[in-house]
């Protein structure tokens, strides 16, 4: 019963490169959610998408940031031309339903922690 | 404003102790979810407990329980019997409504010290 992976769990860019981060939900999940941790903070919401849809991006930076999530492979996180303001945590959750039936139904990866030289 | 607002940006608590992390939030929704999430040092963000708005008895997980007062928009984390494992941050959030987002607070480092 493999959990929400998530790769690479670190990655070192420079910047004005590009940054793809992966993740596999649960099995049986069609929901995921991308968050990011900046150094000392709580987690903010990024985007959320169900298979080849987006459904939210409300918290997504209206440059250099895209998501993804394929009918077929794991949800990618692109960030384009990276600056060491990307450097974060970027950690991606997954749940089975939505809305008002939650209880505790997210399940985080372990994340991805970029860092930009 | 603030939504969710956490005051202790660290708690220190001895080995067998009782400690509790404070959390209030700020929503006009009368339908909202409540949870905490530990965070240790490795990383991963592990679900500890979740509270509905409607629920009528607080909730309860092993060690963990909720302090929820509605009243005062609070839902404090009461973890009882501390152990040097519960050392992490400590993260209180709300999902609003039927939205699928959760906004965090900034959280709470705990040191459980022997």
């Known amino acids: 019963n493999a959990g929400v992976m998530q790769n690479p769990r670190h990655l070192v860019r420079r910047r004005g490169q590009e940054a793809r981060l992966r993740c596999s939900p649960m099995k049986g999940h069609s929901h995921v959610y991308w968050y990011r941790q900046l150094p000392e903070e709580g987690l903010k919401f990024m985007v959320y998408l169900q298979k080849e849809n987006i459904i939210d991006e409300s918290g997504m930076p209206k440059e250099r940031f895209s998501a993804e999530f394929p009918k077929e492979g794991p949800s990618i996180l692109r960030i384009q031309q990276v600056v060491r303001g990307d450097s974060a945590a970027y950690f991606c959750a997954s749940s089975p339903s939505t809305g008002s039936r939650w209880a505790g139904e997210l399940f985080f990866g372990e994340g991805s922690r970029l860092t930009v030289l | 404003a603030q939504k969710i607002t956490q005051t202790q940006p660290g708690m220190f608590v001895q080995e067998k102790e009782a400690v509790t992390l404070d959390c209030t939030y700020d929503?006009?929704?009368?339908?909202?979810?409540l949870f905490w999430y530990k965070q240790p040092s490795s990383g991963e963000m592990i679900f500890l407990i979740y509270?509905?708005?409607?629920?009528?008895q607080n909730a309860t997980e092993g060690r963990y329980s909720l302090n929820f007062q509605k009243a005062r928009k609070s839902a404090n984390l009461v973890i009882s019997a501390s152990q040097l494992g519960d050392s992490a941050m400590y993260f209180c959030?709300?999902?609003?409504?039927?939205?699928?987002?959760?906004?965090f607070g900034t959280g709470t480092r705990l040191q459980v010290f022997p």
């Open positions: 959030a709300m999902r609003e409504g039927n939205t699928d987002k959760l906004i």
């Open positions: 509270q509905g708005s409607y629920d009528q």
């Open positions: 929503t006009s929704d009368p339908s909202y979810g």
